[in-house]
């Protein structure tokens, strides 16, 4: 049979065929991700350090849960109509441990820590082709690092006390899945305080600057030091705080924004106004005043706005913080740049973070992306300005919060600016100048502070509770459920 | 029975006889059941021209019979036989049939194996079985069919897939999917619609032994064969089927919410509320709440309607000696009861079988193009419409005319709800697929060794799904205030196509070796090499700014702009896409020895190497034994009522490698690496890391015992099998949940082991046999036995949720705190403590363990009336001994959402001291909503934990076979009328919609099963 002789051949062709094809088979090509192991060179470091600030544009992270996901459980923001329920557990303080911001707020800084320990597991194998390649990278891997563990503090440390025995948070220094303990307070500021020291020395010598632009949206030296004011300030360590301020409002070449000719209303004049406070938040990168560090929100990316998104707002300022302003409220830039009055409360209402600027209306709609402005000059001199306080230094303190006033309002007049109460004059312009910017939560806790929704209006009518005690127990986060589940090593904070 | 139908189908032949005009011989051939055999050949031996060809009630006539002439008639399935016609005018024959072809046979994928030497178990479906059944996914299909295979469909949308577990759920973080091979070729489940199922001839469900274990690292989760039909020689048969259904929801089983009159009352009482104080903005008028109370909507009659089932098939099977054929097109086309929703098919089979001496040669050919239209499911979205429909306040109105998109925007309730009805009409959801799946067999029997062949299969299944999906410009977020909107987003309407494109092939090529060598030694020897390949493409993008009704597809999207400050910047279109490639190569043995007919030894071996492990783990080696004794074939049982006594035993190793995160992604593919992915971080781009590595990934085995006997007594009026298995899987992939200190909350290795142990039965008996009256009744039954044997070194549980995996106890075990009901002194809701003391503080560390989500027995069982031409049959389907969270409840009875839709349980609620009710108050005494603590992540507890069991009518049917006397007159061969109710009858305890929960979850929105209607006729000629 010839023909069956044909059909043999071709089924021994299909046999080897199919033989040689094993290789192929067996090891197909990865070509649409990257395996970690093969990342060497000063571009792939510098890719994965973006990943770590790309981390923090997370929801868990400063896109709402160090953002102002710390100012909704407060008596900053009051959830509206648009909040589809979202996020209201955690803002009615109906949280526990299984609540999902709980988690988020955990795993967040974790994530960004992690990245950035990828780059400092094996900076030390970079051949630098320029000196101080190795010193960029690696410092702001470390001061990355510190502000992840600092801002982890600030929701679950057990105390900010500087030298406290009691529980701080999980320090990181590997990227590993390993099972480790909390370490105490005393020790996390230990570690903070190391990466910051030796970020700011090695981000003295680098091979060329980090921010090139005035977008400042990497840590340079100046971030560092703007996060080591805080976190002094937070330990109580009022020199430090102050000294690191000061390094930052003298050394660092960035401004305190202002009111300018165009004065505090919210015009398209001011707000092209390079050194305007308004420029600030309509982020006009070409006159970035004020802003030490931002984590960068491209057009696409979304941004920090409240959830559903764009122009709904879930929450909006609350009655009492409007009540901050007194009689004539649009006198201060602050209240028009956050709150628009003749907006319903849940549209557009709350304008901080709305996003950038249409340049023919200034007004809505805005399209809700907008960098977050993780450290800016108006903190840094109300950080000094309590620290001069706490140092005794009345007068010096007097100065830095007429000079923030006279920069935000209005015909502010310093000569009958007495500024008696002094610690409770930063404590209203902290809430002033920083609502919505995750601060709100943390301050109350170092104050010492409750709220009371009640009495200012500000209790939805969902709200199981309107008040909630100074020093209660919820204002140290839980360990979330899952991460007590899966390590068991961990230790859960008092009261959970 | 089966064969029989076919031969009604046939064409009487008329035979041209030429001879000498002697006499005619004519008469009937018949089965020893009496039945007519149809298309047997009758002629005289001498003269084999001499003949004819019996017609559809058997008769025969041949003229110019010689006298003394010795006539032979021949049948397909039959003995054939001979008769001296000495001088008789009437010769009838009555025929036996011929055991030897009717020998059952299980196919394995790989080739056939007859049921008396299969040492494994294995169930199957006949095409009979699942003929006419209104659904057009095969694996729901299967439902009950068979023991130890669990279908659950979670959705009644058509078209929705089924889970299908074999023997218990094997694994947590791999595919719990069995392999199905559909004439050889393994076919991808997710694209299981486009397949149709009226073109099986049979489906085997291979559960343990050589069978499953020859699928090496893909059996694990048992194989689903499916054989096509094929021509058959010297027939020729057209067939038209026609179906027309209606399929309707049980309104009375959705869940109770409150109508109008009802929620303004519950308002007013509580303080809260558009009809009380408009949410916070101001009293109504009197005007406004009077037509708040003359408006009543029932949404989930608004979104859901009556919905029809159409099919139209035509088919043509037949040949010659050497060539073979079978082809069928069928039109398929069945709208879901939510509006818009729906599955049309429209597909062609060609089958051909060519023969020739010692080469044969088979090409199967499938298309099919499937268009589906979904709604959103299973979620807690309020923007999915099954979500609406409890959600929205029954005072609101569906449609408003001013409005320009002329629906009513929803605007009593904070929750922006939007109108069900608007979502589901204006915007697009849907799919179209495109399949193909070719494949070649060739065969060649080497002259110069009998018994020994060599056979090669290749096979390419093409699937390709373009999805559509539009969010409509209309929608109030889009609108500006003066067209009536919100303007809340600048995106003006979008649109998404996605396309994926799954492509895989396989190449089986063997060396087989059959042999009788003499009566009592039977050997079958095959080498196997193989090799099966996949590749996975996705391309998408999303554009926006649909400016132009007229235009809302990706034609009308406006090109985006990244200036900050241009509008357009909102436009700028998403685009992505990844290819994934995996592969496995393998080679293998199989073979089998039977002495005597009645003991059968088989055993097989198989490597295999995957591209998904870790390099040094890539090879496994799985192997397999079983034997058989046909008891029922010894001396010492013969003559007995023991008809058929066969006992069956093996083991098999097995493995799996497919993870459940996703066929045919990278991270199915590429587990045990440490991926990096590109992302952007301002001006530059970013590499972040995706997952943990694990370079010690390898393959998750699994290993299968089982023990079992087939039975049959009373010359098998009464049969049945029982089967003892025991599967266990060791090195199970898992998510091992990580500290999250490390940044990911969890990471894939291989730990623990899980074992599946149960038993199944089956029995099959003709109750009743009295004239023209048969009574059959069957059913099967498994009990399954999931327990986790080890979960971490160091650790005896993992907790997650509303779920525990612990040792010593069934996976997914529901892991709550116990209710303890409310407090009659003051309503509150009240908790078990870990001591076992009630409590009003709810504590997790108090949560005990429940019974799993998984069922633990299923089953199926079905009676069958026969009456001459008419038949009855009920079919059931029953699965128990799990419970569920019902978040269908939950997500209406949150007191914080008490401005929306509400559960009508709310009127019985605890109101004041002294009221004894399970339901708490929904407010504090200061008149402060109460916290809802029950949700599935946050606090949940038995409060909502239900039992699911149920037992379903599937399926009944009664069908109608036209007398052979009428429709001859009409020409044809062949007419059956039939009606089916579908989903008819439900009886459970659980108080959701539907509970077939396919996995294991009651989110909310769920898509009830169609109750369906269908009316049908089978016609060939």
């Known amino acids: ?496 | 029975m089966k064969k029989k139908l076919l031969f009604s189908f046939v064409f009487v032949l008329a035979f041209v006889i030429q001879g000498f005009a002697q006499r005619t011989v004519s008469g009937t051939v018949t089965d020893n059941k009496n039945q007519p055999v149809i298309g047997a050949t009758v002629f005289v031996k001498t003269n084999n021209k001499l003949g004819a060809v019996t017609d559809v009630d058997g008769k025969y006539a041949i003229n110019d019979v010689p006298e003394g002439a010795i006539l032979v008639v021949q049948a397909v399935d039959y003995k054939p036989k001979e008769a001296n016609s000495g001088s008789l005018a009437v010769v009838n024959f009555v025929l036996e049939a011929d055991e030897i072809e009717q020998v059952e046979v299980i196919s394995t994928g790989y080739g056939e194996i007859g049921t008396r030497s299969f040492t494994g178990s294995a169930g199957k479906v006949s095409a009979k079985e699942i003929e006419n059944v209104p659904i057009q996914s095969f694996d729901q299909i299967l439902q009950g069919r068979t023991p130890g295979l669990l279908v659950q469909s979670s959705s009644g949308m058509p078209g929705a897939r089924a889970t299908v577990l074999i023997r218990g759920i094997g694994s947590v973080n791999s595919s719990t999917d069995p392999l199905y091979v559909v004439d050889g070729v393994p076919v991808d489940p997710n694209f299981f619609g486009t397949i149709n199922p009226n073109d099986f001839e049979t489906v085997n469900v291979l559960k343990d032994g050589p069978a499953v274990a020859l699928y090496g690292s893909r059996g694990a989760n048992g194989v689903i064969v499916v054989t096509t039909k094929r021509g058959k020689k010297n027939t020729t048969t057209f067939g038209y089927n026609f179906q027309y259904g209606i399929s309707s929801p049980d309104y009375d089983r959705f869940l109770p919410t409150l109508n109008t009159l009802e929620k303004i009352q519950v308002e007013n009482e509580l303080g809260i509320g558009y009809s009380y104080d408009k949410n916070g903005e101001g009293t109504p008028t009197e005007g406004e709440v009077e037509n708040l109370k003359n408006t009543y909507t029932d949404w989930k009659r608004v979104l859901f309607k009556q919905a029809i089932t159409v099919q139209h098939e035509i088919t043509a099977s037949g040949g010659t000696d050497k060539l073979r054929y079978y082809g069928s097109a069928n039109y398929y086309k069945q709208e879901g009861t939510v509006i818009n929703t729906g599955f049309e098919r429209y597909s062609g089979r060609l089958n051909f079988d060519y023969i020739d001496k010692n080469f044969s040669f088979s090409f199967n050919n499938y298309v099919a193009v499937t268009n589906r239209n979904f709604t959103e499911e299973n979620d807690t979205f309020v923007s999915s419409p099954l979500n609406s429909v409890y959600w929205s306040n029954p005072y609101e109105t569906v449609y408003d005319p001013t409005h320009i998109s002329g629906y009513n925007v929803l605007n009593t309730s904070p929750s922006n709800q939007p109108n069900a009805l608007e979502y589901q009409e204006l915007d697009v959801n849907k799919s179209t697929d495109l399949k193909f799946l070719p494949s070649l067999r060739a065969e060649y029997q080497l002259p110069w060794v009998d018994g020994l062949s060599i056979r090669t299969s290749w096979s390419v299944d093409i699937n390709n799904r373009e999805s559509d999906v539009l969010d409509h410009p209309y929608h109030i977020v889009y609108l500006t205030r003066e067209q009536g909107g919100v303007e809340s987003s600048l995106r003006k309407g979008s649109f998404s196509r996605a396309n994926r494109s799954r492509i895989g092939y396989q190449g089986t090529t063997s060396l087989n070796y059959i042999k009788d060598i003499n009566e009592d030694h039977s050997v079958r020897v095959s080498l196997f090499q193989e090799v099966v390949a996949r590749r996975f493409r996705t391309f998408s993008f999303t554009g926006f700014g649909l400016q132009n009704v007229l235009l809302l597809n990706e034609a009308g999207i406006t090109p985006g702009s990244a200036a900050p400050d241009d509008p357009a910047n909102n436009y700028i279109p998403a685009v992505g896409g990844i290819t994934s490639d995996n592969g496995l190569f393998s080679v293998f043995a199989d073979g089998s020895y039977t002495f005597k007919k009645k003991y059968s030894l088989s055993g097989s071996f198989r490597r295999d190497g995957s591209s998904k492990l870790a390099k040094d783990n890539r090879y496994l080696n799985t192997l397999s034994v079983g034997a058989t004794w046909v008891i029922s074939d010894e001396e010492f049982l013969k003559g007995t009522k023991v008809s058929n006594l066969r006992l069956r035993a093996s083991y098999a190793t097995t493995a799996n490698q497919d993870l459940i995160t996703g066929r045919g992604t990278i991270a199915d593919d590429f587990p045990a690496y440490g991926l990096y992915g590109q992302g952007t971080y301002g001006d530059d781009i970013t590499l972040v890391q995706n997952n943990v590595p694990y370079n010690d990934l390898k393959w998750e085995r699994r290993l299968k015992s089982n023990v079992g006997v087939d039975f049959g007594f009373f010359e098998n009026r009464l049969t049945g099998s029982v089967n003892l298995y025991n599967d266990v899987t060791k090195d199970l992939f898992f998510n091992r949940q990580l500290s999250r200190t490390s940044g990911f909350s969890a990471q894939l290795v291989n730990i623990g082991e899980l074992r599946n142990r149960g038993i199944e039965f089956e029995l099959n008996a003709d109750v009743l046999k009295v004239g023209d009256f048969t009574w059959n009744v069957g059913g099967n039954i498994t009990y399954n036995e999931n327990k986790v044997i080890k979960v971490l070194p160091d650790q005896d549980e993992i907790k997650s949720g509303i779920d525990i995996i612990k040792e010593g106890y069934p996976l997914y075990s529901m892991y709550l705190v116990r209710y303890a009901g409310v407090n009659p002194a003051n309503g509150d809701g009240l908790f078990y403590d870990a001591n076992g003391n009630i409590t009003p503080n709810f504590d997790p560390d108090a949560r005990n363990i429940y019974k799993p989500r998984i069922p633990t027995y299923f089953g199926g069982f079905t009676s069958a009336f026969n009456y001459k031409n008419v038949s009855l049959s009920a079919y059931f389907t029953f699965s128990g001994g799990h419970q569920l969270y019902n978040n269908e409840w939950t997500n209406i009875e949150n007191p914080g959402y008490i401005q929306d839709g509400f559960s009508r349980n709310i009127l019985r609620r605890w109101q004041e001291p002294g009221d004894i009710t399970d339901w708490p108050r929904m407010q504090s005494a200061d008149g402060r909503l109460s916290a809802f603590q029950y949700t599935e992540d946050n606090g949940a507890t038995t409060r909502y934990m239900e039992d699911a069991t149920y037992v379903r009518l599937r399926n009944l049917q009664l069908s109608y076979n036209l007398p052979s006397k009428w429709i001859e007159k009409a020409k044809l061969k062949g007419l059956r009328l039939f009606v089916v109710g579908q989903n008819l009858l439900t009886f459970t305890r659980w108080t959701g919609i539907d509970p077939e929960r396919g996995n294991g979850t009651a989110n909310g929105a769920i898509y009830p099963a169609l109750r369906t209607y269908t009316f049908g006729a089978n016609v060939s000629f």
């Open chain 1, 1 to 496: 049979m010839k023909i069956s002789y044909i059909k043999s051949f071709m089924l021994a062709g299909l046999i080897a065929f199919a033989s040689s094809s094993c290789k192929k088979v067996l090891e197909p090509e990865l070509e649409y991700a990257v395996d970690g192991t093969r990342l060497s060179t000063i571009t792939d470091f510098e890719r994965v350090l973006n990943g770590a600030y790309g981390g923090m544009r997370s929801g868990n992270y400063y896109n709402f849960m160090y953002l102002n996901g710390a100012d909704v459980s407060t008596d900053n923001l009051v959830e509206t109509s648009a909040s589809l329920g979202n996020n209201r557990t955690l803002a009615q303080w109906q949280f526990n441990t299984g609540t999902g911001e709980i988690a988020s707020a955990w795993i967040g800084p974790y994530s960004v820590i992690n990245q950035a320990n990828s780059v400092l597991d094996n900076i030390e194998n970079l051949v630098e082709q320029t000196p101080g390649q190795k010193n960029r990278i690696k410092g702001q891997a470390l001061a990355v690092r510190a502000l992840g563990h600092f801002d982890l503090m600030r929701y679950f440390a057990a105390s900010y006390e500087r030298n406290s025995s009691e529980l701080g948070v999980v320090i990181k220094l590997r990227s590993e899945a390993d099972f480790p303990a909390r370490v105490t307070v005393k020790e996390s500021y230990d570690q903070i305080y190391q990466d910051l020291t030796e970020a700011e020395e090695l981000l003295g010598s680098i091979d060329k600057a980090i921010n090139a632009g005035s977008r400042r949206i990497r840590m340079d030296i100046n971030a560092v030091r703007a996060l080591r004011a805080r976190v002094s300030l937070y330990a109580g360590d009022w020199q430090d705080a102050k000294d690191y301020a000061t390094k930052v409002i003298d050394n660092s070449g960035i401004a305190l924004s202002n009111i300018g000719v165009y004065g505090a209303a919210l015009t398209s004049n001011a707000i092209q106004e390079p050194t305007s406070f308004q420029a600030v938040w309509f982020d006009d990168f070409n006159n970035s005043a004020e802003t030490i560090f931002a984590v960068a929100f491209n057009v696409g990316q979304g941004g920090p706005g409240f959830f559903p998104n764009d122009g709904l707002n879930a929450f909006t300022v609350s009655e009492d913080w409007k009540g901050l302003f007194g009689s004539s409220p649009t006198n201060d830039v602050r209240y028009n740049i956050t709150y628009d009055p003749s907006a319903s409360p849940s549209t557009n209402s709350y304008l901080k973070y709305s996003g950038r600027y249409d340049a023919s209306t200034v007004s809505i709609p805005r399209n809700g992306n907008v960098d977050v402005k993780v450290f800016r000059m108006a903190e840094m001199y109300l950080i000094r300005a309590e620290a001069n306080f706490n140092l005794g230094l009345d007068a010096e303190a007097r100065d830095d919060v007429r000079t923030l006033r006279g920069n935000r309002i209005q015909g502010y007049n310093a000569a009958s600016d007495n500024v008696v109460d002094i610690l409770g004059e930063v404590q209203l312009e902290r809430r002033k100048e920083l609502v919505g910017e995750g601060h709100r939560w943390f301050d109350a806790r170092r104050y010492q502070l409750g709220f009371d929704r009640e009495v200012t209006g500000d209790c939805t009518s969902t709200a199981p509770e309107c008040v909630l005690p100074a020093g209660d127990k919820r204002f140290i986060l839980p360990i979330p459920l899952g991460e007590m589940d899966a390590n068991s090593n961990m230790v859960q904070n008092p009261g959970w």
